[in-house]
């Protein structure tokens, strides 16, 4: 019993270095394309930060109701002010994981757990608006019945719907919202532009809710397994290859094999090179 507990701890501690340096190698990927795009990045001050995103932070207030100043807060607080890693390499400014439904690329850092799969986004402008569809759910949606100007009862209500564990989250929202004056981006709304606004909203979130469970669950890889491999092929295809036996032999799952070497369905052949974990 004890040399199979070990055989078993061994084998997993194999199989964990091995997501590891996938793991690795696909977050160096990231960061080199990151940092070419952004060739000129400087780290931001919160007051660079506020000016930077307070217009997407408006408009999404402007088409959903979240005000502009939780938004912008929340940003600070999840982002480092647009300096943490996930942010500068990711777009990823308010630490949504990858789901079920995230067919996009994957950043993965330590968080809840080693290896936490975060959402990689094109731009910042992109994970505010994600920011937006990600509280689009009933567990919120008692928020988007308030005034979108609102920001004390938004800071309370959002903890209190369970978006942060931190007792004093609210606490922090509405100062960081009064020392910036970020309520001077929240606008009012006339009753029929509410009543409006809560018809769409309500509508979206209602047709959300069967689906909620597999769209807001974090997964460990999304479904595309989109893993950017570096590595150069190290293994030739043979006569009598297929992508079950060869992922078989290296221990590795087929939607590894395939992530690993960008292979669709159509199967592999004879003298193709593949990248396989040794």
């Given at each position: 019993?004890?040399?199979?507990?070990?055989?078993?701890?061994?084998?997993?501690?194999?199989?964990?270095?091995?997501?590891?340096?996938?793991y690795?190698?696909?977050?160096?990927?990231?960061?080199?394309?990151?940092?070419?795009?952004n060739?000129?990045?400087?780290?931001y001050?919160?007051?660079?930060?506020?000016?930077?995103?307070?217009?997407?932070?408006?408009?999404?207030?402007?088409?959903?109701?979240?005000?502009?100043?939780?938004?912008?807060?929340?940003?600070?607080?999840?982002?480092?002010?647009?300096?943490?890693?996930?942010?500068?390499?990711a777009?990823?400014?308010?630490?949504?994981?990858?789901?079920?439904?995230?067919?996009g690329?994957?950043?993965?850092?330590?968080?809840?757990?080693?290896?936490d799969?975060?959402?990689?986004?094109k731009?910042?402008r992109?994970?505010?608006?994600?920011?937006?569809?990600?509280?689009?759910?009933?567990?919120?949606?008692?928020?988007?019945?308030?005034?979108?100007?609102?920001?004390?009862?938004?800071?309370?209500?959002?903890?209190?719907?369970?978006?942060?564990?931190?007792?004093?989250?609210?606490e922090?929202?509405?100062?960081?919202i009064?020392?910036?004056?970020?309520?001077?981006?929240?606008?009012p709304?006339?009753?029929?532009?509410?009543?409006?606004?809560?018809?769409?909203?309500?509508?979206?979130?209602?047709?959300?809710?069967?689906?909620?469970?597999?769209?807001?669950?974090?997964?460990?890889?999304p479904?595309?397994?989109?893993?950017?491999n570096?590595?150069?092929?190290?293994?030739t295809?043979?006569?009598?290859?297929?992508?079950?036996?060869?992922?078989?032999?290296?221990?590795?799952t087929?939607?590894?094999?395939?992530?690993?070497?960008?292979?669709?369905?159509e199967?592999?052949k004879?003298?193709?090179?593949?990248?396989?974990?040794?």
């Amino acid at each position: 019993m004890k040399k199979l507990l070990l055989s078993l701890t061994i084998t997993l501690l194999i199989f964990s270095g091995c997501k590891t340096r996938k793991y690795h190698r696909n977050n160096k990927q990231i960061e080199k394309e990151a940092s070419k795009a952004n060739a000129n990045f400087k780290d931001y001050t919160t007051l660079s930060y506020i000016a930077a995103f307070k217009g997407v932070a408006i408009e999404e207030m402007n088409t959903y109701g979240v005000p502009a100043s939780i938004t912008l807060a929340q940003g600070i607080i999840e982002s480092g002010s647009g300096n943490s890693s996930l942010a500068k390499f990711a777009n990823n400014h308010f630490g949504i994981k990858c789901t079920s439904e995230w067919k996009g690329k994957a950043y993965y850092k330590d968080d809840d757990k080693s290896n936490d799969c975060f959402r990689v986004y094109k731009d910042a402008r992109e994970s505010y608006k994600d920011h937006s569809e990600f509280l689009k759910r009933k567990r919120y949606s008692a928020l988007f019945e308030l005034d979108k100007n609102d920001y004390v009862n938004w800071a309370k209500g959002l903890k209190q719907a369970g978006y942060a564990t931190n007792p004093r989250y609210p606490e922090m929202l509405i100062n960081l919202i009064e020392k910036y004056q970020l309520h001077q981006y929240d606008q009012p709304e006339s009753e029929p532009e509410k009543i409006r606004r809560e018809d769409r909203v309500f509508t979206e979130i209602n047709a959300n809710i069967p689906k909620e469970t597999k769209k807001f669950q974090p997964v460990a890889q999304p479904p595309s397994k989109q893993i950017i491999n570096t590595t150069e092929p190290n293994y030739t295809v043979e006569k009598g290859d297929t992508l079950y036996n060869i992922a078989k032999r290296f221990n590795m799952t087929v939607d590894e094999l395939k992530a690993l070497n960008n292979l669709n369905d159509e199967g592999i052949k004879i003298g193709q090179k593949l990248v396989v974990v040794k």
